[in-house]
C-alpha cells in the first residue's frame, strides 16, 4: 500500500464516490478505479462493493481497515506537523465533531481564535448527535469530539459545566412555583432526548431516587421544546439549549441543583498532533470557568425575570 492509495481509500470511504475522490486528488476515474482494483488484489481481499439501493458501500473488512487507514494518515500529518513546529509554525487540519447545540455556543469562538493565533490550522465542523460524535472519533473520522457522558473508550478534558433546568408548558400545575424538586416531576409525562443526550437526566432521576416516566423520545431540543410548548409532557434539560424559548414555555430551577458536564474527547492525549493539542489548550482557554448567557424564567404574571445562580 502507498501513500496515494490509502488517501484515496479514505477519500472514497468518506464521500462514497469514486469521482469525487478522484477530483481530490487530481486523478480520472479510471484511474482511481484501476488504483482501488490494484489495492485489493494486493491484499487480496474486497474493500468496496456496489449496492443498487445504498450505492457504492463499505465490506466488513473495509471498515476495519479504513479505521487503520486514517491512524496511518494522522501519522503522516504528525509529521509534517513536527517538522512544521520545528520550524517555527504550527501547521495541520482538524475535523472537530459536536452536537448542535455545542457546535453553535464553542465551536464559532475556537475556529475564530485558532485562525487569528495560527493561520496554518485549517478547521471543519461536523455536526451531529452525542452518539454520532461518537462513532466518528471511534471510526477516527474525527479528531475531537465534544461529547456527553464520555466513558472509559476516550480521552478526556473537562470543557463546561451547564445546569440543568425544568421545563414546562405555561399552563402547568408547576408553573408557578420558582423552584421544583425532581420528585415533583416523577408522575408526570416526561420528553427526553436520546441519541447521547439522555445520561445527565437519567442520572438526576437516579439521585433523587425518582421515577423517570418517559413518555416521548425525540433526538433534538427543538422538537422537545415545541412539545412541551403543545402541552404534551415536561422535560429536564441543559442551558444552553434553552437559550431560546418558544412562546408558552417555562424554565424553573431544579432544588436538586443538577448539572451536565461538557468534555473535549480525542482517541489518545498521547498520541494527539501537535495541531489537536493547540486546539485542546484553545478551547479550555476560552472555554473553562467561564458561564453560559442564562435563560429567562418567564414569570407567572407575565413578566420576565433571570434564574440566578
Known sequence: MNNTQIRLFVLIAESRSFTKAGLELNMTQPAVSRAISALEAELNVKLLVRDRRNGLMLTGIGKRILVICRSILSGLDKIDQEIAAEKGLEKGHIRIGAFPVAAAFFVPKIIRTLSAG?????????????????????????????????????????????KLYAVLPRKHRLARQPVISVKELEDEPMLLCRSGYEPPVVEVFRRAGSTLNVKYEVSSYPTSLNMIKEGLAVGVMSQLSLLSLPPEVVVRELAEGAYRDIHLAVPSLQEASIAVQVAIDTATQLFSGTEAPLPSLAGAAGHTTIIEE
Open 118 to 162: 495560527y493561520p496554518g490550522i485549517g478547521i471543519s465542523l461536523h455536526e451531529g448527535s452525542v452518539a454520532e460524535v461518537k462513532e466518528w472519533l471511534a471510526s477516527r473520522y474525527i479528531d475531537i469530539g465534544l461529547v456527553i457522558s464520555p466513558g472509559e473508550e476516550f480521552d478526556t478534558v473537562p470543557l463546561f459545566r451547564e
